[in-house]
């Protein structure tokens, strides 16, 4: 099974920063890797797909990069609603699997 | 709109079964992969389950095999998760997503159905 490591597992930052999660499969997942936000009480959101492809209707300052084992999701001008959890999922094997988690708090 | 609605959530004595339902709507049902994720309290996302658009394949993460089936009926539009031999680690939220798009992400979620395994 491919395994995905996220980092880190928590981060606090300030409206208006600009922040970074990184993503890392056990084994080469090409760009099959997704980004998902979860804020408390709902069901996760899709932000980023195939690696680096904006889902429809999420703001620009979302974005996301890499290929093979390394992804980074980053978020410029950190806006308040974006305090919330963020996951990523590989979805090159057939059994899909999620990252740990990242939960985004105010400072 | 698309739009899934989990139902058959609910209290179950450890041991116990239940069988849960996602009913889609404003999409081609026919067309599209369907996938179980849970969530347990307190903790992060984690994948269950996926079946094909045809209902001819199916997959489970190693947790759950043998414990729980998946399957789905098109003219009915609604998949369903079949949970027997139920333990308290399987107390989670379960959340039905439509698989669609380019590199196979989870487009779309229900609000989720509440599981608690207790005696």
């Known amino acids: 099974d491919i395994q995905m490591t996220q980092s880190p597992s928590s981060l606090s930052a300030s409206v208006g920063d600009r922040v970074t999660i990184t993503c890392r499969a056990s084994?080469?997942?090409?760009?099959?890797l997704s980004w998902y936000q979860q804020k408390p009480g709902k069901a996760p959101k899709l932000l980023i797909y195939a690696a680096s492809s904006l889902q429809s209707g999420v703001p620009s300052r979302f974005s996301g990069s890499g290929s093979g084992t390394d992804f980074t999701l980053t978020i410029t001008n950190i806006q308040p609603e974006d305090f919330a959890s963020y996951y990523c999922?590989?979805?090159?094997?057939?059994?899909?699997?999620f990252g740990q988690g990242t939960k985004l708090e105010i400072k | 709109e698309v739009q899934l609605v989990e139902s058959g959530g609910g209290l179950v004595q450890p041991g116990g079964s239940l069988r849960l339902s996602c009913a889609a709507s404003?999409?081609?049902?026919?067309?599209?992969?369907m996938h179980w994720v849970r969530q347990g309290p307190g903790k992060g996302l984690e994948w269950v389950s996926r079946?094909?658009?045809?209902?001819?394949?199916?997959y489970y993460a190693d947790s759950v095999k043998g414990r729980i089936t998946i399957s789905r009926d098109n003219a009915k539009n609604t998949v369903h998760l079949q949970m027997n031999s139920l333990r308290v680690e399987d107390t989670a939220i379960y959340y039905c997503?439509?698989?669609?798009?380019?590199?196979?992400?989870?487009?779309?979620w229900g609000q989720g159905t509440l599981v608690t395994v207790s005696s």
């Open positions: 404003g999409f081609t049902f026919s067309s599209n992969w």
């Open positions: 999922q590989q979805s090159y094997g057939v059994l899909y699997g």
């Open positions: 997503a439509r698989e669609g798009g380019r590199g196979y992400p989870l487009d779309y």
């Open positions: 084994q080469s997942i090409k760009t099959y």
């Open positions: 079946i094909s658009n045809d209902g001819s394949a199916t």
